[in-house]
Nanobody, 112 residues
Framework: QVQLVESGGGLVQAGGSLRLSCVAS????????MGWYRQAPGKQRELVAI???????NYADSVKGRFTIDRDNAKNTVYLQMNSLKPEDTAVYYC??????WGRGTQVTVSS
C-alpha cells in the first residue's frame, strides 16, 4: 500500500474553483489506477474521477465538463481541478490508489 495525503480543500462560493492535490509516499509510476472519491453528509462515498497510468480518464456524470483529473508521476501527485463549483459538490474528497489505499480526505464546502 501507499500513504496518500490530500490538500487544497476549503470554502468557496458557487461558481468558484479549487484544486485538490494528493501526494503519495512513494512513486506512483507503477500504480495504474488512481482517483478521487467524495462523500457528502448522509450519503455513500461516490466516484468523482479516475485516471490510469496512460492518463486515460473517466468522470462521474455530475462533474463532467467541470472537473479535470491529472497526475504527475515525477511528483508522485494526483490533482483534481474543480471549476464551476456547485453547492452539491460539498463533500469530503478522498484520494484513492489501486491496491485499496485511501487518504484521510479534505473538506470542500461550496456556499450558495
Amino acid at each position: 500500500q501507499v500513504q496518500l495525503v490530500e490538500s487544497g480543500g476549503g470554502l468557496v462560493q458557487a461558481g468558484g474553483s479549487l484544486r485538490l492535490s494528493c501526494v503519495a509516499s512513494r512513486s506512483i509510476f507503477g500504480i495504474n489506477l488512481m482517483g478521487w472519491y467524495r462523500q457528502a453528509p448522509g450519503k455513500q462515498r461516490e466516484l468523482v474521477a479516475i485516471i490510469t497510468s496512460t492518463s486515460s480518464t473517466n468522470y462521474a456524470d455530475s462533474v463532467k465538463g467541470r472537473f479535470t483529473i491529472d497526475r504527475d508521476n515525477a511528483k508522485n501527485t494526483v490533482y483534481l481541478q474543480m471549476n464551476s463549483l456547485k453547492p452539491e459538490d460539498t463533500a469530503v474528497y478522498y484520494c484513492y490508489a489501486q491496491g485499496n489505499s485511501w487518504g484521510r480526505g479534505t473538506q470542500v464546502t461550496v456556499s450558495s
